[in-house]
């Protein structure tokens, strides 16, 4: 009897995870579309529904409906199965995200104690179905895209799991909701040197999802559209629902780890986590479409030369305050 | 060691300026505008599509003779009060160029471009012997923004 009331109870909480994320992605494409385009002094959408919001909505639908095309010579289980290598680990991640609490709820799908290496664990796999993407596509604009996705995010892991570890260390917890917890009173950013850790976070975590200034994976002008080149209809449709969801998922992180996740006075914690959340995902796309794309060797050089020094010099000051 | 950082300081600080370009912009006006429901008023200059003012022109023939891909077809008479009338006036909008030459040559401005911009049409037969002497003859093309 318990365990069929469990069952209907995961059953329930996914199908509320995988709403929110479907609907998170709408949203955040309308949301980028929208800041793109004032930011060019322009529009964006703006004829379906109020403002253009339920573009994404017939953008979907329009996907849903396309043909499936496989081209001739692809490595067929590898490039039917990237997509959901890009899909699923962004989607369970959200099984340790803190939303807050409702009624005296909390809002996490399960609060594993190890739920910071679950996290990284997990989003280092969503490398693998860009990887697959690109070599199972059988074409040198993809596969150039899925080594260059390889060599970026196994470097940019480096400086952005150590600032992570570096909130870890003031937490002294792996566990989401403690740290966030750990954040009564004081958010982390608050603290310089959890400050300088929050600007690696943010930088690292904007190459590790291959946004701009760091899309050398699918940079348009050089490699058409990288990884994605041969893909259409639903199944391009899941590399981009994989991409807004990682955009969310390392907003959330950054918002948990060093903003003090869900708390904040006066409003319910729940609106505290996704103003917080939403406000990193809008200067990411402000800075989207604010830089241009860097090169391949400069991306490297920043990650080895510039960001990854500064993180583990932070990593020790941070260590020394504690032990002061 | 010393310009390592101040190469990250001054890094930084470009960035800064760019992200406050982007951010002044995105408070700005949009300088598109919403195209079928909304439409941008034609310059002065603009060449649009050949118009004539009937009461300027004294037939001195000027435009038909510049004209470079001879759209412009003119004839009249004369009463006997010795006033030239017009018999027809017409405008192939499939041959004209809209090089404006007919509007720079004319003595009397008469004839000139006018600012309608939406010239596409269903048929050729709309395009062919336009009579420019009938004064609604862009009537259904004329947008309500557009004198």
């Known amino acids: 009897m318990v365990s069929i009331l469990t069952f209907i109870i995961m059953i329930a909480v996914g199908a509320a995870v995988l709403g929110f994320i479907a609907v998170s992605a709408m949203f955040l494409i309308w949301w980028e579309r929208k800041v793109s385009a004032h930011i060019q002094t322009r529009y964006g959408p703006m004829r379906v529904g109020w403002h253009g919001v339920l573009q994404s909505v017939a953008d979907v639908i329009k996907l849903l409906l396309k043909e499936n095309i496989v081209p001739e010579d692809v490595d067929k289980p590898i490039w039917w199965l990237a997509p959901f290598f890009a899909v699923v680990p962004s989607v369970m991640v959200f099984v340790c995200i803190p939303f807050g609490n409702l009624f005296g709820i909390d809002l996490i799908a399960r609060d594993l104690n190890i739920g910071i290496l679950y996290i990284m664990a997990l989003t280092s796999i969503s490398v693998l179905g860009i990887f697959m993407a690109g070599w199972g596509s059988n074409n040198k604009y993809s596969l150039l895209g899925g080594m260059r996705s390889a060599a970026q995010i196994v470097s940019y892991e480096v400086p952005m799991i150590i600032s992570m570890v570096t909130a870890v260390m003031f937490a002294g917890t792996l566990s989401m909701q403690k740290i966030v917890e750990a954040q009564r009173g004081m958010w982390f950013i608050f603290q310089p040197n959890m400050a300088v850790a929050f600007l690696i976070f943010v930088i690292s975590a904007t190459a590790e999802i291959n946004r701009t200034p760091f899309d050398i994976p699918e940079a348009e002008s050089e490699l058409v559209a990288g990884f994605h080149t041969e893909y259409s209809g639903m199944k391009f449709a899941m590399f981009f629902l994989g991409e807004y969801t990682n955009l969310f998922i390392v907003s959330a992180l950054a918002a948990t780890l060093f903003l003090g996740g869900w708390q904040g006075p006066f409003l319910p914690p729940v609106l505290w986590f996704l103003i917080k959340t939403y406000g990193i995902i809008t200067v990411l796309m402000w800075v989207r479409w604010t830089f241009p794309r860097v090169r391949v060797d400069q991306l490297m050089g920043f990650a080895w030369k510039v960001l990854t020094p500064i993180a583990f010099a932070n990593l020790a000051v941070a260590g020394w305050i504690l032990l002061k | ?147």
């Not at chain 2, 009249?76 to 017409?90: I, L």
């Open chain 2, 1 to 147: 060691m010393i310009k390592y950082f101040i190469n990250i300081v001054a890094g930084a600080i470009s960035l800064m300026k760019g992200l406050f370009v982007t951010f002044k912009n995105l408070f700005s006006k949009a300088v598109t505008v919403q195209y079928p429901t909304q439409k941008l008023q034609m310059t002065e200059r603009y060449r649009g599509l050949v118009d004539l003012r009937i009461e300027k022109c004294i037939k001195c023939y000027m435009c038909v003779k510049i004209c470079p891909t001879a759209c412009l077809a003119l004839a009249h008479k004369e009463t006997a009060e010795k006033k030239k009338e017009f018999v027809y006036f017409k405008y192939n909008m499939e041959l004209c160029c809209f090089c404006g030459l007919c509007d720079q040559v004319c003595p009397t401005q008469a004839i000139y471009l006018n600012q309608i911009y939406e010239i596409a049409v269903y048929g050729r037969d709309k395009l062919r012997d336009i009579d420019l002497l009938n004064t609604e003859k862009y009537g259904e093309w004329a947008h309500p923004t557009v004198k």
